[in-house]
């Protein structure tokens, strides 16, 4: 019989084994294992993210700007409703953003056409286009007795820019010198504003009062093209000018607007739907040019006529991604505009496409 403790003495406590130095070599094994494991994840994720945020971002701004340029071109050459004649008053009428009888949409091909005034010089790279419209907010007007028009409301119209009357029997593009309009109250403009004097809004020398009901709208004379930012970095710009719109040469860069749409923007390759058929054409597209080759291939007798027959406009962008970051482990190679190139920045580049019709030329 096993003897028993006196009472009020405790038996002594048994050693607990401690871990052996191959259990301890194995737990940090394992424990490093899935530190490694989970982070492998974590990164892997973060990339993917950063990757998917960065074609995102792309492919937002090229759906951004091709939503801004085809309302543009869709309406290129609008002028409330077709009329049977004409005029342009301004003494600078065939400057590029003025033009909207003869060059409503005309493109310049980069690296060979003639940048017009305000733009060149600004081109990073890639195409410009200009596109030429009356915008889609109409006024009516009430009475026209010269020198004033009276719309049947007030207007936003500012003074001196460029404006477009119309009856859908004759059309008269003029600039508006007063009243002025700051807070946008003015209910008439000044019908014999120009920057010439030349005062007759009529056609052949025969003065034309706009009757009761037709319609006054502000003229749009738009240039895209790709230049780089304040940080550097391309972006597409949507130009125009403003302030003192109708001179010849504004005073200051305040008199100019440059939109940036997008950052990101590396290229823009631009080329044109024209319907050869001759002698008359029948409002389909046969083929693609560039700018400068519808002066020479187009058909027409002038230029004018060449660049009315073109029906569509086919744009390319090549995107990059934002800031100076790499986002691939090996450079990326991507085709554009026939010419395969392998960067070593390493950052995302992806071409987007589109075709868009001008409305206004088409059957």
């Known amino acids: 019989m096993r003897p028993q403790p006196l009472p009020g003495i405790s038996r002594p406590a048994r050693r607990q084994p401690g871990f052996s130095l191959v259990e301890l070599m194995v737990a940090l094994a394992v424990g490093l294992t899935l530190v490694l494991v989970v982070g492998y994840a974590y990164l892997g994720s973060k990339q993917t993210f950063r990757v998917q945020d960065a074609l995102s971002r792309m492919q937002e701004n090229a759906r951004f700007v091709f939503e801004t340029m085809g309302f543009d071109i869709r309406m290129a050459g609008f002028g409330g409703c077709p009329a049977q004649t004409a005029v342009n008053v301004l003494s600078n009428a065939t400057d590029w953003d003025k033009d909207l009888l003869n060059f409503p949409l005309v493109g310049y091909e980069g690296g060979v056409s003639t940048f017009p005034t305000g733009v060149a010089g600004n081109v990073l790279r890639g195409d410009a286009l200009t596109v030429v419209r009356a915008s889609e907010v109409e006024y009516i007007v009430q009475a026209d007795v010269s020198p004033t028009m009276t719309l049947t409301t007030t207007h936003d119209i500012q003074q001196n820019d460029i404006v477009v009357a119309t009856d859908c029997t004759h059309q008269a593009i003029f600039q508006m010198t007063g009243p002025a309009n700051t807070a946008n109250t003015a209910t008439t403009i000044n019908r014999n504003g120009g920057l010439n004097t030349a005062v007759n809004l009529g056609s052949g020398g025969v003065a034309y009062p706009f009757a009761a009901g037709s319609r006054v709208m502000q003229m749009s004379g738009v240039n895209y093209f790709i230049r780089n930012n304040a940080s550097g970095e391309p972006g597409l710009v949507r130009f125009r000018r403003t302030g003192a719109n109708g001179t010849t040469t504004p005073a200051n860069a305040a008199d100019w607007a440059r939109l940036e749409l997008a950052e990101g923007i590396q290229d823009m390759q631009i080329t044109y739907g024209v319907d050869t058929t001759t002698p008359s054409a029948d409002g389909v597209v046969d083929t693609y040019l560039r700018a400068d080759e519808i002066a020479g291939i187009g058909p027409g007798a002038t230029l004018a006529e ?41 950052r995302l580049r992806k071409v987007f496409n589109t075709t868009i019709a001008v409305r206004n030329r088409l059957p």
Do not use: H
Request: no cysteine.
């Open 306 to 346: 060449k660049w009315q027959r073109v029906l569509s406009v086919r744009i390319a962008l090549l995107l990059v991604s934002p800031g100076s970051d790499a986002y691939t482990a090996e450079p990326q190679t991507y085709t554009f505009n026939g010419t395969t190139t392998t960067p070593t920045d390493r």
